[in-house]
Structure formats: C-alpha cells, structure tokens
C-alpha cells in the first residue's frame, strides 16, 4: 500500500537550531514530493517540491530514493517558522491517491 | 491575492440531516479538489473535479457524498445523510494545472459537526 510517514507528531527546538522534519513514503514508481504548510490560523499552502529544488524561507529538501525519504531541513530556525508541516507525495501514476498528506508535524520554535 | 473561499466556516448539524458545503475556487482554475481531516488525523483526499465530473475519488467519498459545480463559480460538496463520523474540517482546493504541479490552493476549511 502506498504511504507516506512523518514519524514526528511534535518537534520542539530552539531559536537559531537547526530543524530536520522527517518524512519516509512508500510508493511505487517514482513519486513526486511536496511540503505544504499551515501557520496558525492560516490556510494549508504549498512550502516547496522536490522537482525544483529550491529553498524557500531557508527550507530544503532532498529526495532520497535510495532511504525513501524526503526530510525537510533547515540550518538555523526562526520563531516564525513555528507550524504544521505536512508531507505530500503525489503519485504521477494517477488513481485515487492522487496528492495525499502524512499526518503532518507541528513544529514548535522556542525563543 | 485571489484565494479559496469556503462557507460556512462552522456548521453543527443533527446526525441524518443534509449538509452542503460551498467553496469558491480562484477563477481561472480548472481542477477543484476537496479534501478532509478529522480532528487529531491526517488530511485525506475525498474527490477531484474536472471539466464537470469527478475525475477521482477516494474511498471515503461514498454514495452519501456528492460534489457539484452548480454555476461558473461555485463547488460544492453535498452529505445527504451525516453521520457522527463525518465531523471533521473540510477543505476545497483548487488549481490550474491539475495533479502535477503539485500546487493546490486551499481555502480555510468548514468545520462540520454532527451531534
């Protein structure tokens, strides 16, 4: 079954640390990969996707075929980073997965 | 900025009643999308909708589910008959290119709650 797994429901670290939300998926064929996130009281909104690699408020990410993986990272964090995370593959196969969520993260950045 | 915009934002309901939830999508979008997340769970993928029918739909989108585009701008998604399980935030997307851009455009949800 295809799936995708942010294994950290909460993650809490400090002003200035560096940040790494894991994100695992299994899916067959070559899935494309995307972050949305939701700040506060606002709407889900894209973050970045792997296909363009590019950094976006200090954010990465790199896909990793090999472990599966699509950690989103960024070296030094900043309080406004504080939000739900959520990884979202898409499966370019199509069928009725079309872009699905993982259960997200929420991020916490301490002062 | 154009944005999604949904209505109602909080619905509370008896369980067995008819509930229609309204969403306008940004207006040169094509494919229109609605989505779920019950509280404390993932966000789940419910049905897509393109050039007037559903292109793809999940599991959860049963009989008891339908979406229409009943004018050039509105989408909505239609519960005949609610359940207590179908208490969760709902929220329509929208884009202009489809699954593979990757981006959709989301609106800030309506909260349903069946008692």
């Known amino acids: 079954a295809q799936r995708v797994t942010q294994p950290e429901k909460l993650l809490s670290v400090f002003k200035g640390a560096p940040v790494e939300l894991k994100c695992n998926y299994s899916?067959?064929?070559?899935?494309?990969l995307f972050w949305y996130v939701q700040y506060s009281r606002q709407r889900l909104q894209l973050l970045l996707r792997h296909i363009s690699r590019e950094s976006i408020k200090g954010f990465t990410a790199d896909l990793n075929k090999g472990e599966t993986s699509f950690h989103l990272k960024k070296p030094f964090a900043q309080e406004e980073d504080s939000a739900m995370y959520y990884c979202?593959?898409?499966?370019?196969?199509?069928?009725?997965?079309?872009?699905?969520f993982g259960k997200g993260t929420h991020l916490i950045i301490q002062p | 900025e154009p944005e999604v915009t949904q209505t109602p934002s909080h619905q509370v309901t008896q369980m067995g009643q008819e509930v229609i939830l309204r969403c306008v999508p940004i207006s040169n979008h094509l494919y229109f999308y609605w989505y779920r997340q019950i509280l404390g769970q993932k966000v789940e993928f419910l049905v897509s909708f393109y050039n007037n029918e559903i292109s793809e739909k999940s599991e959860i989108f049963d009989d008891q589910f339908s979406v229409e585009r009943p004018d050039g701008s509105n989408f909505t998604l239609k519960i005949r008959s609610t359940k207590l399980e179908d208490s969760a935030m709902y929220f329509c997307a929208s884009s202009d290119s489809g699954w593979t851009s990757g981006e959709l455009f989301f609106g800030e949800g309506s909260r349903l709650t069946v008692l």
């Open positions: 899916y067959s064929g070559s899935p494309e």
């Open positions: 979202a593959p898409f499966n370019s196969g199509g069928g009725a997965d079309g872009l699905t």
